[in-house]
C-alpha cells in the first residue's frame, strides 16, 4: 500500500501564496511521476501539475507560470503557488504513480478570498 499525506492548505487572500506538500510513504519502490489535481464544486477533477522521476515537468493551461512543482526528494512533491485567484479554490489533491498505478492522497482544501 501507498501512503500520501498532504500539508498546507487553507485560505489566502487573492494575489497571495501558498505551498503544499505531499510525501509518499509505503510500498513505494517504482514511484515515478508526482504531481496535483484539484477539484472545484461541480466540475470535474483537472491536472494542476506532475512531475516525473526525471524532473520532467507539465501544467495545466490554467497555470500560466503562477504554479511551480517540485520534488526536493524522490518521496516528496511541492507545489508552490503564487498569485493565486479566487477560481483557484479548490481540493487540491497529491497523486503518484507506482508501477503504473495510481494513488491518491485524501485532499486538502485550498480557498482564496476575493
Known amino acids: 500500500q501507498v501512503q500520501l499525506v498532504e500539508s498546507g492548505g487553507g485560505l489566502v487572500p487573492y494575489g497571495g501564496s501558498l505551498r503544499l506538500s505531499c510525501a509518499a510513504s509505503?510500498?513505494?519502490?517504482?514511484?515515478?511521476?508526482m504531481g496535483w489535481y484539484r477539484q472545484a464544486p461541480g466540475k470535474q477533477r483537472e491536472r494542476v501539475a506532475i512531475?516525473?522521476?526525471?524532473?520532467?515537468t507539465n501544467y495545466g493551461d490554467f497555470v500560466e507560470g503562477r504554479f511551480t512543482i517540485s520534488r526536493d526528494n524522490p518521496k516528496n512533491v511541492n507545489l508552490q503557488m503564487n498569485s493565486l485567484k479566487a477560481e483557484d479554490t479548490a481540493v487540491y489533491y497529491c497523486?503518484?504513480?507506482?508501477?503504473?498505478?495510481?494513488?491518491w492522497g485524501q485532499g486538502t482544501q485550498v480557498t482564496v478570498s476575493s
Open positions: 497523486n503518484v504513480d507506482v508501477f503504473g498505478r495510481s494513488y
Open positions: 512531475i516525473t522521476r526525471t524532473g520532467s
Open positions: 509505503g510500498s513505494i519502490f517504482g514511484l515515478n511521476a
